[in-house]
């Protein structure tokens, strides 16, 4: 059973795992200890850092984006399962309460991007928002870098695709609205689960589901390419709702679909086995077991073309399961099938005079 007492409550990891790359580490194994010990503090920190470089060229073919670009590292949504908190382990801090607590803020990321498209050498194509940590977690109602980005890729004529599980992109509705009249973004809506009970404990901070299905319908019916993200899917705790979400999604208005199948890389695995265990201790063992079944054996996966998808009887059914709903619910239209014609550097037009 959870013991609620000492449970963090919205916050996904419930401890800091250990860094590999520490050579040496201290840690209380009593709490009865009267050592000086770091007593871990969950409240959200905001670490604001100059960045030398902003988009990144993505060479993963299991991924279907070209480029990306972050303005937040680390995400206060505290999704248990996010590949990217393994990331923060270079950084001299853990995958664990560090990542969803500790957030940076790539101040000058605006400025980046801007040097980035003036570049003669850059050859359009379309950059997503989100490759990495969500671009519209809290912090940015706060620090409005995503905004910022957007603004300087409509002057640039530069299409994005947004990946996000957060309302708040419907703030900056007026501008995609404008991208979107000239095919410039698309956006898609990750939705996990329509359990409410297990969206706050496994995305504690995120937007409930009927909230993901209104940014749904908001965004389509603004004319902007919407799409729906089930990932991931995890045998024996979400798999069952992959029917239901890619439905109601198609209802709303979403033309397109992506999913992906759990997998526990690096400190996640440790991450997850204590979050499932501490919720969901009546069919813990079972879970993982499906998950383990699913990856020869292991729950992490690193084979370009299996590490998303699994493989096995689970995850075979699942990936059919998805295949059927996709055409049924005609989920299948080119996520980034963006115009990259329109681009255009400021002044650009003048010098051809």
Not at 47 to 66: E, G, H, R, Y
Not at 284 to 292: Q, R, S
Not at 302 to 312: L, T
Not at 329 to 337: A, S, T
Request: glycine share 6%; proline share 4%; aromatic share 10%.
């Amino acid at each position: 059973m959870k013991d609620n007492n000492n449970y963090l409550k919205g916050r996904g990891a419930q401890y800091n795992t250990s860094n590999k790359f520490h050579k040496q580490e201290r840690t209380k194994l009593h709490i009865e200890s009267i050592d000086d010990f770091e007593i871990i503090n969950p409240s959200t920190q905001f670490i604001k850092t100059p960045a030398k470089s902003l988009v990144n060229k993505v060479d993963s073919p299991d991924v279907s984006m070209f480029y990306s670009m972050n303005p937040y590292m680390g995400c206060e949504h505290g999704c248990i399962y996010c590949f990217a908190r393994n990331t923060y382990e270079y950084w001299d801090l853990s995958a664990g309460i560090d990542f969803e607590s500790k957030i940076f803020v790539k101040e000058n990321a605006p400025e980046l991007l801007r040097k980035f498209l003036m570049n003669p050498n850059w050859q359009c194509k379309p950059i997503s928002i989100s490759g990495n940590t969500d671009c519209y977690q809290p912090a940015e109602r706060k620090f409005r870098l995503t905004r910022k980005l957007l603004e300087i890729c409509n002057e640039f004529n530069q299409p994005v695709g947004i990946i996000t599980k957060n309302a708040a992109i419907l703030n900056d509705l007026d501008i995609l609205k404008d991208m979107g009249s000239r095919n410039l973004v698309s956006a898609i809506i990750t939705i996990t689960s329509l359990d409410e009970n297990l969206r706050r404990l496994m995305e504690p901070r995120t937007s409930t589901a009927s909230q993901r299905f209104k940014i749904i319908e908001t965004l389509s019916n603004a004319g902007i390419k919407t799409g729906v993200m089930l990932g991931p899917m995890i045998p024996g705790l979400n798999e069952h709702d992959m029917h239901n979400i890619m439905k109601r999604a198609s209802e709303n208005g979403a033309t397109f679909s992506a999913y992906t199948f759990i997998r526990l890389n690096g400190a996640i695995k440790f991450l997850f086995h204590d979050w499932l265990h501490k919720n969901f201790p009546d069919r813990a063992e079972k879970v993982w077991n499906l998950i383990e079944q699913s990856h020869d054996g292991k729950v992490n996966d690193s084979r370009w073309g299996i590490r998303m998808r699994g493989e096995g009887p689970v995850a075979e059914m699942i990936n059919h399961q998805y295949k059927k709903y996709l055409i049924k619910y005609n989920l299948n239209d080119e996520r980034l099938g963006l115009d990259c014609s329109k681009f255009c550097r400021p002044g650009q037009q003048l010098r051809l005079f």
